[in-house]
């Protein structure tokens, strides 16, 4: 399986700065997983609803131009693998469910069950109840991915989680230490992520790589410098890291903020 996830900081702008088709002819993944789609499906156009290589899926968040999650899924992967193909929309007991923040594709292959998530965390800086939903966000996220996989189903978890965990993941740990997206609680939730045997995939592959990012702040023009932060991931049970064949931040593709992350992933049976 070929999955991206991407925080394309609006679906409508990356389509019409063409960005999204290059990545899509360039790349041909199995899944796209999307972020920030920031519109409802009725506002979208053709090529976003209706296109002929891929079933697309949209989470929407309630505010109009805010927030929300998809995933595209390729016809022909479906056609020869995918069986019993379902579409969710939230995580239980979460906050934030009218924000679009969780795109679920569950499906059926030689009765093993695979489960793939999109996921756009809250940021949690507009207020003190926003931090606190942030903080119970996660733990919800954490709980659903554990009891998925107590089911014994496969789950793949890609989105932008919004947290550099590590000094290594933000070009500037000193200056951040302590804020919103490094502060101890965020970064707390991610030991706790690792400690319940889930492995973050690209850190796993690559423990001393510095200098790599996927967000980086547009206004001051932070990409030029790469004064980047690490935000986008992707999620498997460690028990899975044998089965990545590749994992990598595609720096080079532009269009939002936020880079594209690439997994190749194989698993029994696909």
């Keep these: 399986m070929k999955i991206i996830t991407w925080n394309v900081n609006g679906l409508r702008a990356v389509e019409r700065k063409g960005e999204l088709e290059n990545l899509i002819v360039s790349q041909q993944p199995d899944f796209l997983l999307l972020q920030e789609i920031k519109g409802k499906k009725e506002q979208f156009s053709v090529f976003l609803t209706e296109h002929d290589a891929y079933e697309q899926f949209y989470h929407s968040a309630e505010k109009?131009?805010?927030?929300?999650?998809?995933i595209w899924m390729r016809k022909e992967f479906a056609d020869v693998h995918a069986k019993e193909i379902n579409f969710n929309t939230?995580?239980?007991?979460?906050?934030?469910?009218d924000e679009g923040r969780v795109a679920h594709l569950t499906f059926t292959e030689n009765k093993e069950v695979y489960d793939i998530l999109s996921i756009y965390f809250p940021n949690g800086g507009k207020s003190p109840k926003a931090w606190e939903e942030k903080l119970i966000f996660f733990d919800r996220?954490?709980?659903f991915m554990n009891g998925l996989r107590a089911q014994g189903h496969n789950v793949i978890v890609g989105g932008d989680?919004?947290?550099a965990h590590e000094a290594i993941d933000l070009a500037r740990p000193k200056e951040n230490d302590g804020k919103i997206g490094f502060h101890p609680d965020e970064r707390a939730w991610?030991?706790?992520?690792?400690?319940?045997?889930?492995?973050?995939?690209w850190r796993a592959k690559n423990p001393d790589t510095t200098?790599?990012?996927?967000w980086w702040d547009s206004y001051t023009r932070a990409r030029d410098r790469n004064v980047g932060w690490r935000l986008d991931y992707f999620f498997v049970d460690k028990?899975?890291?044998?089965n990545v064949q590749e994992i990598t931040y595609l720096n080079e593709q532009y269009g939002s903020d936020h880079c594209p992350l690439l997994l190749e992933f194989k698993v029994e049976g696909l």
Excluded: F
């Design 64 to 70: 109009p131009g805010y927030a929300g999650t998809g």
């Design 90 to 97: 939230h995580v239980p007991d979460a906050p934030n469910h």
């Design 141 to 143: 996220v954490l709980d």
């Design 161 to 163: 989680m919004n947290v």
């Design 190 to 201: 991610m030991d706790r992520v690792m400690k319940n045997a889930w492995a973050d995939v």
């Design 211 to 214: 200098d790599v990012y996927s």
């Design 239 to 242: 028990k899975q890291l044998k």
